[in-house]
């Protein structure tokens, strides 16, 4: 009987082994994979959810409304970093670090009503009474926008799951994550937000003015009142240009009879005239630029990493160095892709023949004798006997100094020159006619020394040329105000004769012997 029970216990414990082995391990091996496998199928159902979320948010997470006189586009979108940008082109920026969280708002304007800015522009005291009525406009505006984002995110969330799971569970899953992480970024961003970092702004174009003006983050609290006429002036400068381009006649965009050529000057190191200059291009559909010099200020090789700006711009964009660029500002320019420098050679661009020259002087190079104006017109000379019998012949010759150019009147039509930091035009008895752009960069860190009373304004021009023959049709005059000032400006002039005749200028000379001096500086 011993035997007996001992036989049929090792027989249970064997079989008790056997099952340990066989379908219990198999048992243990499937729940373990299943697990395993379940955790990734939730973090795949998460990880689409949030993708999806932040598709459908930068799609749909944006709302137009109303705030004075402008309607204001809100747009939520996914960043790294929590900020707020509000884009006052062609002004420039505002940067506030308002928040935490993956998340950031941006506030662009889309169109000013035109008779809520004469409004303003007419009455300084309407600023004020805006003023009550814009902080309600731009919480209204701001759940707006928060509740399209939620609605676009959720919805984005659940078009991503359904396409890639084609399951309800799943997809459900996916869009119930995206609503909690949504959730939890806005509960976020809203616990954080904080309304003092409206008074550290940073600014970019020409709103980098503005602290300038106003003085630092701790003066504003203190000097408030001027503070908000400041910024009111920057609302009456968006205000008149929206105005004054929304009355102009323009060319058609699609009209391929006509080169559009945006013409600047004297920049001299002002970061806010690419605001400008860029705004521009976009807003009248420029070719090409043309920069008749003086890009920087000392010429110096720290100030090269200025000149990387240009390739930003997109279009050709043609230059000639000034007396306040060096060699090595020619080398910055030239290592530009789009950027055609022109030193005594002539090229062509949009079907029109142009010649350019650098200005031979380095005005910072204190130890070189700058020359007189005898020696640049002899330099002048040489080069308009270079281009003399050009074929085909020159639509226009660029300049830095327009003495320099002086020799090719009644030899081109047009010349474009910069250098006094003041735009002016004459028509030469020969015909040449000379266009002198102002600073586009309002004369630099010089034009802060002039102080708020005088500012050189930032001034560019758009000239209409016509494809086939070459000659100027019309151009615009933009002015914008220097430091301190609102003032913006757009004038249009027409070309009475385009096609007029060009004479020697000996020969004209002769005809009026008593000619007006150019007005120059």
């Given at each position: 009987?011993?035997e007996?029970l001992?036989?049929?216990?090792?027989?249970?414990?064997?079989?008790?082994?056997g099952?340990?082995a066989g379908?219990?391990?198999r048992?243990?091996?499937r729940l373990?994979?299943?697990?395993?496998?379940?955790?990734t199928?939730?973090?795949?159902v998460l990880?689409v959810g949030?993708?999806g979320?932040?598709?459908g948010?930068?799609?749909?997470g944006s709302?137009?409304?109303a705030?004075?006189p402008?309607?204001?586009?809100?747009s939520?979108?996914?960043?790294?970093?929590?900020?707020?940008v509000?884009d006052v082109?062609p002004?420039?920026?505002?940067?506030?670090?308002?928040?935490?969280?993956?998340?950031r708002?941006?506030?662009?304007?889309?169109?000013?009503?035109l008779?809520?800015?004469e409004e303003?522009?007419?009455?300084?005291?309407?600023?004020?009474?805006?003023?009550?009525s814009?902080?309600s406009?731009v919480?209204?505006?701001v759940?707006?926008?928060?509740?399209?984002?939620?609605?676009?995110g959720?919805?984005?969330a659940?078009?991503a799951?359904?396409?890639l799971?084609?399951?309800?569970?799943?997809?459900?899953?996916?869009?119930?994550?995206?609503?909690?992480?949504l959730?939890?970024?806005?509960?976020?961003?809203?616990?954080?937000?904080n309304?003092n970092?409206?008074?550290e702004p940073r600014?970019t174009g020409l709103?980098a003015?503005a602290?300038?003006v106003v003085?630092?983050?701790?003066?504003?609290?203190?000097?408030?009142e001027?503070y908000?006429?400041?910024?009111?002036?920057?609302?009456?400068?968006?205000?008149t240009?929206y105005?004054?381009t929304s009355?102009?006649p323009?060319?058609?965009?699609?009209?391929?009879s006509?080169?559009?050529?945006l013409?600047?000057s004297?920049?001299h190191?002002?970061?806010?005239a690419?605001t400008i200059i860029?705004?521009?291009?976009?807003?009248f559909?420029?070719d090409?630029?043309v920069?008749s010099?003086?890009?920087t200020?000392?010429?110096?090789?720290?100030e090269?990493?200025?000149?990387?700006?240009?390739?930003?711009?997109?279009?050709?964009?043609?230059?000639v160095?000034?007396n306040h660029?060096s060699t090595?500002?020619q080398?910055?320019?030239?290592?530009?892709?789009n950027?055609?420098v022109?030193?005594?050679?002539?090229t062509?661009?949009e079907g029109?023949?142009v010649?350019?020259a650098?200005?031979p002087?380095?005005?910072p190079?204190?130890?070189?004798?700058p020359g007189?104006?005898?020696d640049?017109?002899?330099?002048?000379?040489?080069?308009?006997q270079?281009?003399?019998?050009a074929?085909?012949?020159?639509?226009?010759?660029?300049?830095?100094d327009?003495?320099q150019a002086e020799?090719?009147s009644g030899?081109?039509?047009l010349?474009?020159a910069?250098?006094?930091?003041?735009?002016?035009?004459?028509t030469?008895?020969s015909?040449t006619?000379?266009?002198?752009q102002?600073?586009?960069?309002?004369?630099?860190?010089?034009?802060?020394?002039?102080?708020?009373d005088s500012?050189?304004?930032y001034?560019?021009?758009v000239l209409?040329?016509d494809?086939?023959?070459?000659?100027?049709?019309?151009?615009d005059?933009i002015d914008?105000?220097?430091?301190g000032?609102?003032?913006?400006?757009?004038?249009r002039?027409v070309?009475s004769?385009p096609?007029r005749?060009?004479?020697?200028?000996?020969e004209?000379?002769s005809?009026?012997?008593?000619p007006?001096a150019s007005?120059?500086?």
């Amino acid at each position: 009987m011993r035997e007996t029970l001992r036989y049929l216990w090792n027989r249970l414990r064997a079989a008790g082994r056997g099952l340990a082995a066989g379908p219990g391990a198999r048992l243990r091996d499937r729940l373990r994979t299943f697990a395993r496998a379940r955790v990734t199928r939730v973090v795949l159902v998460l990880l689409v959810g949030v993708g999806g979320a932040g598709v459908g948010v930068a799609a749909g997470g944006s709302v137009t409304t109303a705030i004075g006189p402008a309607d204001v586009q809100l747009s939520l979108r996914p960043a790294l970093q929590g900020e707020t940008v509000v884009d006052v082109s062609p002004l420039g920026r505002l940067s506030f670090d308002t928040h935490t969280g993956p998340l950031r708002i941006d506030a662009r304007i889309v169109e000013i009503r035109l008779d809520a800015a004469e409004e303003i522009i007419d009455d300084p005291d309407a600023i004020n009474r805006m003023a009550e009525s814009v902080a309600s406009e731009v919480r209204d505006g701001v759940i707006r926008m928060g509740a399209h984002a939620l609605l676009f995110g959720v919805l984005g969330a659940a078009l991503a799951g359904g396409v890639l799971f084609r399951d309800v569970r799943r997809t459900a899953g996916a869009t119930a994550g995206a609503l909690v992480t949504l959730g939890a970024v806005g509960v976020t961003a809203v616990g954080t937000f904080n309304a003092n970092a409206i008074a550290e702004p940073r600014y970019t174009g020409l709103l980098a003015g503005a602290p300038q003006v106003v003085g630092n983050a701790y003066d504003v609290v203190d000097r408030f009142e001027e503070y908000q006429e400041q910024l009111a002036g920057l609302v009456g400068n968006v205000s008149t240009l929206y105005q004054v381009t929304s009355t102009l006649p323009v060319y058609e965009e699609d009209d391929e009879s006509t080169v559009r050529v945006l013409h600047v000057s004297d920049i001299h190191l002002n970061p806010a005239a690419w605001t400008i200059i860029s705004s521009l291009r976009d807003q009248f559909q420029a070719d090409f630029i043309v920069d008749s010099g003086d890009l920087t200020d000392r010429g110096n090789p720290a100030e090269d990493v200025f000149a990387d700006e240009i390739s930003d711009l997109d279009v050709p964009y043609v230059w000639v160095r000034g007396n306040h660029d060096s060699t090595s500002t020619q080398e910055a320019v030239e290592a530009q892709d789009n950027a055609v420098v022109l030193d005594g050679e002539a090229t062509e661009i949009e079907g029109l023949r142009v010649y350019g020259a650098g200005d031979p002087r380095f005005t910072p190079d204190k130890s070189a004798d700058p020359g007189t104006e005898d020696d640049l017109t002899e330099i002048g000379e040489l080069q308009a006997q270079s281009q003399a019998d050009a074929d085909p012949p020159l639509d226009f010759v660029v300049m830095h100094d327009p003495v320099q150019a002086e020799p090719f009147s009644g030899q081109v039509p047009l010349v474009l020159a910069g250098h006094g930091h003041r735009r002016w035009e004459e028509t030469k008895p020969s015909g040449t006619q000379f266009l002198v752009q102002g600073s586009t960069g309002g004369a630099g860190l010089r034009g802060l020394e002039t102080g708020v009373d005088s500012p050189t304004p930032y001034q560019a021009s758009v000239l209409y040329f016509d494809r086939e023959t070459g000659r100027l049709q019309a151009r615009d005059d933009i002015d914008l105000g220097g430091l301190g000032l609102t003032s913006a400006q757009i004038e249009r002039h027409v070309e009475s004769d385009p096609d007029r005749d060009l004479e020697p200028e000996d020969e004209a000379a002769s005809e009026d012997s008593s000619p007006e001096a150019s007005p120059r500086e």
